[in-house]
């Protein structure tokens, strides 16, 4: 008779902690790199700053629903591999009809379960990509607001216009005094020395204001078009690409659901035509693991 202990039916040490395989989709990188564009923003008065923190958020949950989208199915890829692994070389043997019903309720049973969780990890994944879209157009109307606080109606725009102005009137006022200096009178000279020297004081100040602005805008543009990479880059391709894992797998397993009559035959030549069809499945879940960065 078939034994389906030893670990066969419980899966043994084969779900790691989710930080193990949450490595392919690069969501920390991320949140990194918006974490960045934060920082840099640093005490922000504009517009842009407001969907910053949303667009964490955002990422931050889309990553918490991806691990519970992948824990589950790679959970059971783990156990449907050391089951189908038992059952296969049994499949083409003369088997007794109770050994010949356990491999039919065991496929049976494997298989209804992973497409349970297959299905609803597909839905899962559907929300991920959702919301990873969302951090993605958040990022573009970031960059798209960051340059209008910088320009001329914006918040930043408006304090540089306004520097600029400032020390336009105070290069005036300068040229004037230049003028009055060559007056014969020492008290006039000596005033306006003393105010030649305080309106240079403050037109070097607002061209440190303005330039504080200037820098202030070529921190932050680098580091949203970096968070634009990473998650046009690193996240959403990936997104796309594991999802055609799920719905590959998926298949394979609704392949061996559709097949399973074949295992309650009395012909072993009938029933090792299940095997491939099996095989596939395994093999399926063996690249499901694998893309998540761990091998069974």
């Not at 798209?144 to 102005?165: I, L, R």
């Not at 020395?193 to 504080?212: H, P, S, V, W």
Request: aromatic letters at 8%.
């Amino acid at each position: 008779m078939l034994n389906f202990t030893n670990g066969i039916v419980l899966l043994l040490s084969v779900v790691k902690h989710q930080s193990e395989f949450d490595t392919k989709v690069k969501f920390p990188e991320l949140t990194d790199a918006i974490g960045q564009i934060k920082t840099a923003m640093g005490d922000y008065y504009g517009n842009a700053k407001h969907n910053v923190d949303t667009a964490m958020r955002i990422n931050e949950n889309a990553r918490s629903i991806y691990q519970q989208s992948v824990a589950p199915v790679f959970d059971w890829c783990g156990e449907a591999i050391e089951k189908f692994n038992t059952i296969q070389p049994h499949i083409r043997e003369n088997l007794s009809k109770k050994d010949k019903d356990l491999i039919w309720q065991v496929t049976v049973t494997t298989v209804h379960d992973g497409l349970e969780r297959t299905s609803h990890s597909l839905e899962l994944l559907n929300d991920v990509q959702s919301k990873s879209s969302k951090v993605m157009n958040l990022l573009s109307t970031i960059l798209h607001d960051t340059y209008d606080d910088f320009g001329p109606s914006g918040y930043y725009g408006k304090m540089k216009n306004d520097a600029q102005n400032k020390i336009n009137d105070l290069e005036h006022s300068l040229h004037v005094h230049d003028v009055l200096s060559f007056v014969p009178f020492a008290n006039i000279v000596s005033g306006i020395i003393a105010m030649t020297q305080k309106y240079g004081e403050q037109i070097n100040e607002l061209r440190n204001q303005k330039f504080d602005i200037e820098s202030k805008l070529d921190r932050i543009i680098p580091k949203i078009q970096h968070a634009s990479q990473v998650a046009k880059m690193c996240v959403n391709p990936y997104l796309e690409e594991d999802k055609t894992n799920l719905v590959t797998l998926r298949g394979k397993a609704g392949a061996v659901d559709n097949n399973n009559p074949l295992l309650t035959l009395d012909s072993p030549t009938i029933r090792a035509m299940f095997m491939p069809v099996l095989q596939e499945l395994i093999t399926q879940c063996h690249k499901y693991t694998i893309w998540h960065g761990l091998q069974h």
